[in-house]
């Protein structure tokens, strides 16, 4: 069949849905391994990754089903939440690839003080760092996370700091989510466009006199 015939705009739809689901899923996967990384997981617009993330993987399942069947309603409410979900994921993109480093200096800084001795410990023992940051907005607090100590490096020579550590995480994590959202991002309205058409296609293996 020609290009642009029911038969196509429903493989095109389908293949676009199955996309989606791999971008979704690599939303969620990223995101979760930017939050599992120590205080990096202050940074709460990861959070609202992980959830556009799986709104997107959810969408994209209905998109499917719907499109496989030509399903009127659910075609429909894909449109409609496909779009919502452009919304978001646009605007949590433009926020991880805006976001600076004094930004996020200033939201693990934020974290880090709101720590018991404990948990610092406990964070720098498991990544291998200490303190946060070697400045003189935060020299008393560094000299005292530096006597209390237990990472391994100490044994070694000087130790990189938890926050030197975490920002180069953050940006990397923050960049890939980014990159990827804003640019797949512009794609759901195409995937919106084509669901519109598909959905007003009639499909010739129903029956003739049934209304679509």
Known sequence: MVCGGFTCSKNALCSLNVVYMLVGLL???????????????????????????????????????GAVHHHQVMLFFYMVILFIVFLFQFGVSCSCLAMNQGQQEKLLASSWGMMSNKTRISLEEKLDCCGLFNNTKHQADFLTDMSLCPAPCKQKGPCITCGLKSLQHASEALKILGGVGLFFSFTEILGVWLAMRYRNQKDPRANPSAFL
């Open 27 to 65: 939303l969620i996967v990223v995101a979760a391994w930017g939050k599992g990384f120590g205080i990096v997981s202050s940074i709460h617009i990861i959070g609202g990754v992980i959830a556009v993330g799986f709104f997107l993987l959810l969408i994209a399942i209905v998109g499917l089903i």
